[in-house]
């Protein structure tokens, strides 16, 4: 099955700095990686999601890029808010499979 | 509209004891999950529903979990004989049918809060 690894597990900013989250997969044959971001005591939620024909992909401040050779792919946030503290996961899916494998999270802390 | 429901919001059981943990998805996703969520860690894959049969079970931990679609609608996850271990968030998600071998779009319920005395 997929093993997804996510880095880093906290992340603290200042507002207005960017941050970026990594995570690698295993199985070469996933073609779906989306990213939820999760608030304390909530639900997760989509942020943003990429399919493995393209390589970047970008929603206002947010933005996430495929590298399928090295297998990974990041979440880049610009101009952080402290709105944007939360708790962010990524997650891929084999093709076929229909199940995503959810990395173990990164907490984002945005100071202000 | 409606988004997906979860109840209860919290359970409380004793070990040993039989629960059942209700979603109700978004109205016409045909896709349903079940996921479990521990402290720190992104959610665990337990069920998937595509109608009403279970497309793949592979992440249900054991024979004491079950969870049951019967008009492709509403779901229930059901635990036997609880045990502290199996104490976590469960989280509901659903989605309209995936396409070119990839999962719908998912959305989340609240989750159902289950603790184990």
């Known amino acids: 099955g997929e093993n997804v690894e996510q880095h880093p597990s906290t992340l603290s900013v200042q507002e207005g700095d960017s941050a970026v989250i990594k995570c690698t997969y295993s199985?070469?044959?996933?073609?779906?990686f989306p990213w939820y971001k999760q608030e304390l005591g909530k639900r997760p939620q989509l942020i943003i999601d990429?399919?493995?024909?393209?390589g970047e992909k970008k929603d206002q401040r947010i933005a996430v890029t495929l590298n399928k050779t090295a297998k990974h792919f990041s979440l880049h946030i610009t101009e952080t808010q402290p709105e944007d503290s939360a708790v962010y996961f990524c997650?891929?899916?084999?093709?076929?499979?229909?199940?995503?494998?959810f990395g173990r999270g990164t907490s984002l802390i945005v100071h202000p | 509209g409606a988004g997906v429901s979860q109840t209860p919001s919290n359970k409380v059981t004793e070990k040993g004891k039989y629960v059942e943990l209700r979603c109700d998805p978004i109205?016409?996703?045909?896709?349903l999950y079940w996921y479990r969520q521990s402290l720190g860690q992104g959610p665990e894959f337990l069920i998937y529903f595509q109608g009403t049969g279970a497309a793949d079970d592979s992440g249900l931990p054991n024979d004491r979990f079950f969870a049951v679609r019967p008009e492709g609608s509403v779901s229930t996850l059901k635990i036997q004989r609880t045990e502290r271990g199996d104490s976590a968030v469960y989280l509901c998600?659903?989605?309209?049918?995936?396409?070119?071998?990839?999962?719908?779009?998912?959305?989340f319920g609240p989750g159902t809060r289950l603790t184990v005395l």
């Open positions: 199985d070469s044959a996933s073609n779906y």
């Open positions: 997650a891929a899916s084999i093709r076929g499979s229909y199940i995503p494998t």
């Open positions: 109205s016409g996703h045909t896709a």
């Open positions: 990429i399919r493995s024909n393209v």
């Open positions: 998600a659903s989605s309209f049918a995936g396409t070119s071998g990839s999962p719908g779009t998912q959305y």
